[in-house]
């Protein structure tokens, strides 16, 4: 009986101790979706058919501590034995937003023969920078710890994010091999490294005349630019950009702030002949990557790249 009692104690204390911090969940396809109707009237929320080469894989545990447990989706394309890899970040200002924002991309990307992975990580009511990325770069070792399984080539590895998302896949990629962003208690024997950056409507830099990045950005960096000036630049994946940076894509909106620092680091890559690739899609707004007619877009130009870079 007191074994009982005591695993009953330990599990609600494990809920408690999953359930102790704030959820922002402003950031939906819905209510997106409302806020832009009235302006797109034809847009539509797209409904990916199932594919019989895509193994689905939910909430599969990547990460796990006294404090909480980290998932992730997985989306196989199960017709080959090994598949380039695409981790997939989620926007909604460092905030709000969920893995699950990503499934539909992730599905039909996978579909052409990739494997790509949706990653749950701490946002910033829980988490201050760079926690979170921390957490996608945990993801990423995890991942090719578990190449076999989830028929994946550990060098073939791009890391696709949307919004903050963008930042973050931005940032990631930039910093490979850099110890301050890389978890020093993980014991994996693989790195955190990627080959390839998908930047879908993230900004390049905080501080810079093209950005106009405030509170949500204060609040995840742990203060203003003048209480915060290097957590500022450091998460700036302009910052690190230089001769090691993977190629890159670029897939943005109409809406200039978006792009902020994106053509300084373009210029940075063509010094090192670094590949890049930019789409700005026009008249459209920021999260078209969550609708019809600019989700197949987003995709194939996805696709496209990926091919060029992997295959």
Same mark, same amino acid.
């Given at each position: 009986m007191r074994k009982i009692v005591f695993f009953l104690l330990s599990f609600c204390s494990?809920?408690?101790?999953?359930?102790?911090?704030? %959820?922002?969940?402003?950031y939906t396809v819905k209510s997106t979706y409302n806020k832009l109707i009235k302006k797109?009237?034809?847009i539509t929320i797209p409904v990916i058919a199932k594919n019989k080469n895509v193994v689905e894989i939910n909430d599969a545990v990547y990460f796990t501590s006294k404090e909480r447990t980290l998932h992730l989706d997985a989306f196989i394309n199960n017709s080959k034995k090994q598949n380039p890899a695409v981790i997939m970040i989620h926007g909604g200002g460092w905030r709000s937003g969920n893995k699950n924002q990503m499934n539909p991309l992730a599905q039909e990307i996978a579909s052409k023969g990739y494997s790509c992975f949706t990653i749950e990580y701490r946002l910033s009511l829980e988490a201050k920078y760079p926690d979170g990325v921390i957490d996608v770069k945990n993801a990423i070792r995890f991942i090719k710890d578990n190449a076999k399984k989830f028929k994946v080539d550990p060098d073939k590895i791009a890391v696709l994010g949307c919004s903050s998302g963008g930042q973050m896949a931005a940032l990631i990629g930039t910093t490979n091999g850099n110890p301050a962003f890389d978890d020093a208690s993980n014991k994996s024997k693989s790195t955190s490294k990627v080959n390839a950056i998908i930047n879908v409507d993230g900004v390049l830099a905080f501080r810079h005349p093209e950005?106009?990045?405030?509170?949500?950005?204060?609040?995840?960096?742990?203060?203003?630019?003048?209480?915060?000036?290097?957590?500022w630049k450091n998460a700036s994946a302009l910052s690190h950009t230089n001769q090691n940076t993977p190629?890159?894509?670029?897939?943005?909106?109409?809406?200039?702030?978006?792009?902020a620092g994106r053509d300084d680091m373009i210029k940075i890559l063509n010094e090192y002949n670094i590949y890049?690739? %930019?789409?700005?899609?026009?008249?459209?707004?920021h999260s078209f990557w969550f609708f019809q007619p600019w989700f197949d877009q987003t995709v194939a130009f996805t696709t496209q790249f990926l091919n060029k870079t992997f295959k």
């Open positions: 494990a809920v408690n101790a999953q359930n102790s911090f704030s %959820v922002d969940t402003s797109y009237p034809s950005s106009s990045e405030g509170e949500m950005a204060s609040f995840w960096l742990g203060g203003s630019y003048e209480e915060k000036t290097e957590n190629p890159i894509l670029f897939i943005n909106s109409s809406i200039p702030r978006f792009h890049s690739e %930019v789409h700005t899609i026009e008249n459209s707004p």
